[in-house]
């Protein structure tokens, strides 16, 4: 059983910055991908961005350019780098793990992100 306890959230106004971290209670260094998820109220959690084991990373497009996940697999934990952000960012992030070997899922308890305007 992995732990994932994400940190980071808060309240920030439009055009700023946030880094959240996500810690994971066992090593992240082996076969797996790692990302942040959302969820605004009213809606469906959505991907936000990935990081695998080998180095890839993926983002969805309204993130692209402004948001940059990253990992240390030192530390078990991954970042999630939000820079420009907008009123329409805010939601709950969530954490995630799934382990290739089993492609089960692990999920943190989430962390609130809000963007005035």
């Known amino acids: 059983q992995v732990q994932l306890v994400e940190s980071g959230g808060g309240l920030v106004q439009a055009g700023g910055s946030l880094r959240l971290s996500c810690a994971a209670s066992?090593?992240?260094?082996?076969?797996?991908?790692m990302g942040w998820y959302r969820q605004a109220p009213g809606k469906q959690r959505e991907l936000v961005a990935t990081?695998?084991?080998?180095?890839?990373?993926n983002y969805a497009d309204s993130v692209k350019g402004r948001f940059s996940i990253s990992r240390d697999n030192a530390k078990n934990t991954v970042y999630l780098q939000m820079n420009s952000l907008k009123p329409e960012d805010t939601a709950v992030y969530y954490c995630?793990?799934?382990?290739?070997?089993?492609?089960?899922?692990?999920w943190g308890q989430g962390t609130q992100v809000t963007v005035s305007s």
């Open positions: 995630n793990l799934v382990r290739w070997f089993n492609n089960y899922a692990y």
């Open positions: 990081t695998t084991s080998s180095g890839g990373t």
């Open positions: 066992a090593s992240i260094s082996g076969p797996n991908t």
